[in-house]
């Protein structure tokens, strides 16, 4: 039998982006972050098809034991006081965890319980973040480059944005230069 050495998807680690026969993107902007900064004013005067993060995922087989791969770009920048950040979510099946793996830029994993006790992993170009089930996430850029994330989980996974209407526990805000995390009572 011909063994043949199949060519895997690849992925640029400096710049996280893919080279695979089929990737899905997705682009979130401004406009689609509505009530997610805490300043509703700042948010109002960006035009609404700014984009703040592109996800580009390999397309992988769905169902019990399959795994999704794909990269978040964050760009960076700020609404008022706030730093880009994405939307941020639980998973629909609220046991299931993820894997992320910090490649380029500088920022901050915002992780919460379901009790919204709060806690922030520092990401930057080789750090692993092992985001253990029951634990909301989302990634902060708080750098003046592109922060990007490669992630992997379960494809059974989902997205459970509805669980975080509050918000999240803490803001993290740019005080005169300095990076500031704020704990807050309603996002
Ligand atoms: C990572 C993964 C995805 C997620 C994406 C954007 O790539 O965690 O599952 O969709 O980041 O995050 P969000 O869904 O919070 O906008
Ligand atoms: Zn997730």
């Not at 089930?133 to 989980?153: E, K, M, P, Q």
Request: aromatic share 10%; hydrophobic share 40%.
């Amino acid at each position: 039998m011909a063994i043949s050495f199949n060519m895997p998807p690849s992925v640029a680690f400096l710049a996280g982006q893919f080279t695979a026969d089929d990737i899905i993107k997705k682009t979130t902007r401004c406009g689609d972050l509505s009530g997610v900064f805490h300043d509703r004013a700042a948010w109002q005067t960006i035009p609404p098809d700014t984009p703040v993060y592109e996800v580009e995922m390999l397309s992988s087989p769905q169902g019990e034991g399959e795994l999704f791969v794909g990269t978040t770009h964050l760009q960076p920048g700020r609404v008022g006081d706030e730093f880009y950040m994405t939307r941020g979510h639980f998973h629909q099946r609220r046991e299931q965890g993820e894997v992320y793996f910090g490649l380029r830029g500088s920022g901050l994993l915002l992780l919460q319980n379901e009790a919204r006790k709060p806690w922030l992993e520092k990401v930057f170009p080789g750090s692993v973040h092992v985001i253990p089930g029951f634990t909301a996430h989302r990634l902060i850029n708080t750098g003046s480059d592109v922060l990007s994330a490669l992630a992997v989980w379960p494809s059974t996974a989902g997205h459970d944005y509805a669980a975080l209407e509050r918000g999240f526990a803490l803001r993290v805000l740019d005080r005169e230069g300095k990076i500031f995390a704020k704990e807050v009572q309603n996002g």
